[in-house]
């Protein structure tokens, strides 16, 4: 089973979009439209985004008119979106529509990624229900040298550094790269030992 992994760009100060949910601060830092090597998951076989992140992407980039544009950050993965709503879907996506809880929704995603990794792609909120579901393996993260007034923030939960280890700080052009390995806790259901 492959790991579940969030990774994301966010800004010096915790944010992932800004006011207007936009990434345009993000694509004016120098490599940011086109990021290095090494600041992607390389293993995912699979993307989970939520549905502020999914139509952001179809818009900015005008996907609907140009599906093949779907393919130069997607490749050719299934992609599963978490959403309430109809939404389109670009001519040759492998889109996936959820909704509900992502414990529910997890054999779903796991069984389409078979041995490959799982990317959560955005948001933050959406990646924090991975972490209270207990299935969040690692955060990686892409520190831009940007700061931001608001918008979306990168993780709105209380992690405590307990459940955090990292694992590797790195420059990538002009990113700090960091990634943490995720301490998964025991659920209350689980068997206590007796001493």
């Given amino acids: 089973m492959g790991r579940i992994i969030f990774d994301s760009a966010t800004s010096i100060n915790g944010w992932i979009a800004d006011e207007d949910d936009s990434l345009a601060w993000l694509f004016a830092v120098e490599g940011g439209e086109h990021p290095d090597e090494g600041l992607f998951p390389t293993d995912a076989v699979v993307l989970v985004e939520g549905s502020t992140t999914y139509e952001w992407l179809l818009a900015e980039q005008d996907i609907l008119a140009n599906p093949e544009k779907w393919a130069e950050f997607h490749g050719e993965r299934t992609t599963f979106v ?44 959406l990646a924090g229900q991975f972490l209270d579901a207990g299935a969040l393996d690692e955060i990686a993260l892409s520190v831009a040298p940007v700061a931001l007034t608001g918008g979306a923030p990168l993780f709105p939960r209380r992690v405590e550094s307990d459940r955090l280890r990292l694992e590797s700080a790195t420059a990538v052009g002009q990113f700090a790269r960091l990634v943490y390995s995720v301490k998964q806790v025991a659920s209350t259901s689980d068997p206590v030992e007796s001493p």
């Fill in 82 to 125: 978490f959403t309430s709503r109809d939404l389109p879907v670009p001519e040759g996506a492998d889109i996936r529509f959820l909704s509900g809880s992502v414990a529910d929704a997890l054999p779903t995603i796991r069984v389409a990624a078979g041995d490959g990794d799982i990317w959560v792609v955005g948001g933050g909120d």
